[in-house]
């Protein structure tokens, strides 16, 4: 069965990095584009971009370029998302999520679970 | 603020009917698809394209548009829908994605 699996929680400073895995198993992985989406405390759903993951070509979201790269290790099926020099407003989960064929990017089928991500010194 | 507004809070009788909108622009060109929360956990997508439903998805939830207004409807409430209801679709650019601010919906 199709599952996406992202890594745990993260407690980082301001001005610190990380990086998010989205783990993917049940399809092949280069078949199907991966999204990712994020949720402050409290509010909605945020799309962040997405990856191609065929060619690896990233595409962001306006808001969401600079200090956001997506990247891929096919050899192991997973997806990054990596955020640098944190601020406090990056505090949220970040989702990955798989996008069907025909739409990949407003239709997701499959979410990971989620990784809370938390900025505070 | 995001180009597809919804309506922040929604409530329905148990066994009811209850519509749920999207509007926007972009819904002239684009389909919604619409996704489930429930506290803590992560989005479900419900339904996608013209009115489909993936599997598994209850044939109670629906689809439909109109112009710059899409719905989602739940035929027959039920207690376990209770739950934060998101559309999302292209942006006005066609290029982009953008997700409505979320239906709060509560189940009586």
């Known amino acids: 069965q199709v599952q996406l699996v992202q890594s745990g929680s993260e407690l980082k400073k301001p001005g610190a990095s990380v990086k998010v895995s989205c783990k993917a198993s049940?399809?092949?992985?280069?078949?199907?584009?991966m999204n990712w989406v994020r949720q402050a405390p409290g509010q909605g759903l945020e799309w962040m971009g997405w990856?191609?993951?065929?060619?690896?070509?990233?595409t962001y979201a306006q808001g969401f370029t600079g200090r956001f790269v997506f990247s891929l290790d096919t050899s192991v099926s997973t997806a990054y998302l990596q955020i640098s020099s944190l601020k406090a407003e990056d505090t949220a989960v970040y989702y990955c999520?798989?996008?069907?064929?025909?739409?990949?990017?407003?239709?997701?089928?499959?979410w990971g679970q989620g990784t809370l991500v938390t900025v505070s010194s | 603020s995001s180009e597809l507004t919804q309506d922040p809070a929604v409530s329905v009788a148990l066994g009811q009917t209850v519509r749920i909108t999207c509007q926007g622009d972009?819904?002239?060109?684009?389909?919604a698809s619409w996704y489930q929360q429930k506290p803590g956990q992560a989005p479900v997508l419900v339904i996608y394209?013209?009115?489909s439903r993936p599997s598994g998805i209850p044939d109670r939830f629906s689809g439909s548009s109109s112009g710059s207004t899409a719905s989602l409807t739940i035929t027959g409430a039920q207690a376990e829908d209770e739950a934060d209801y998101y559309c999302?679709?292209?942006?006005?650019?066609?290029?982009?994605?953008?997700f409505g601010g979320g239906t709060k919906l509560t189940v009586l």
């Open positions: 999520a798989r996008g069907i064929l025909l739409d990949p990017t407003v239709t997701t089928d499959y």
């Open positions: 049940g399809y092949t992985f280069s078949t199907y584009a």
């Open positions: 990856i191609n993951t065929n060619t690896g070509n990233p």
């Open positions: 972009s819904l002239r060109s684009y389909y």
């Open positions: 394209g013209k009115n």
């Open positions: 999302n679709s292209r942006d006005s650019s066609g290029n982009h994605v953008v």
